[in-house]
């Protein structure tokens, strides 16, 4: 099963993407947390990456698309994957098309998470993050219930820079929806419920 996630940032992607992750044994392919562990470790990559991460802009498409190409060819994705914030643009969704052409491989599905603006914003605004392993969870939750790690509050999940990163996905994900919808494989959940009722769904779209 290959897959790609949509909807906006603190839609709930990464928590639904964890659980297909443990019931599937899908590869789990996140672009923001590879982007961050290069930011980390103070890569070439995350060098150049880091600036537009913090102003809520979006990484230039060539640095983004050599990561997911190097995760994809991974062994781990070659029995499925899901892609977790890629693509986020129409150029890296045509982009990816044609490298899992030459891969002979293509998208099973395209699964959107589908959240009102003013829910994320509440959302994103007291989202606390693993510094380890990139769990996430409401603020009040200081250390990981996964893996014992420190929660932080996310740069990118300030005030300041969440319009900016909602104006983004607005203007240039938003048009994927229709772009996967035009390719007959758009999956819609309503993102709004507790996870467990979101993953029921989920897991119903997909299977079937
Ligand atoms: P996320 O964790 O998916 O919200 O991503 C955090 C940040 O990483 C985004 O605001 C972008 O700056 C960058 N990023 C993640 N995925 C991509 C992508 N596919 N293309 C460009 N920038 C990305």
Known sequence: MNIVLLGAPGAGKGTQ?????????????????????????????????????????????????????ERLEADDAQSGFILD??????????????????????????????????????????????RSCGYTAPAGVDVCPRCGGEMYQRDDDKPETIQKRLDVYQTQTAPLIEYYRGHSILKEVDGDRPVDEVYADVRALLTK
């Open 17 to 69: 993407a964890q659980k297909l992750v443990e019931e599937f044994g899908l590869a789990h392919i996140s672009t923001g947390d590879l982007l961050r562990a290069a930011v980390k470790v103070q890569s070439e990559l995350g060098l150049q990456a880091k600036a537009y991460m913090d102003a809520g802009k979006l990484v230039p498409d060539q640095l983004v698309i050599n990561l997911v190409k």
């Open 85 to 130: 914030g890629f693509p986020r643009n129409t150029a890296q969704a045509v982009t990816l098309d044609s490298e899992l052409a030459a891969m002979e491989r293509n998208l099973d599905a395209a699964l959107l998470v589908d959240v009102k603006p003013d829910v994320i914003v509440k959302r994103l605004s007291s989202r606390r993050t693993c």
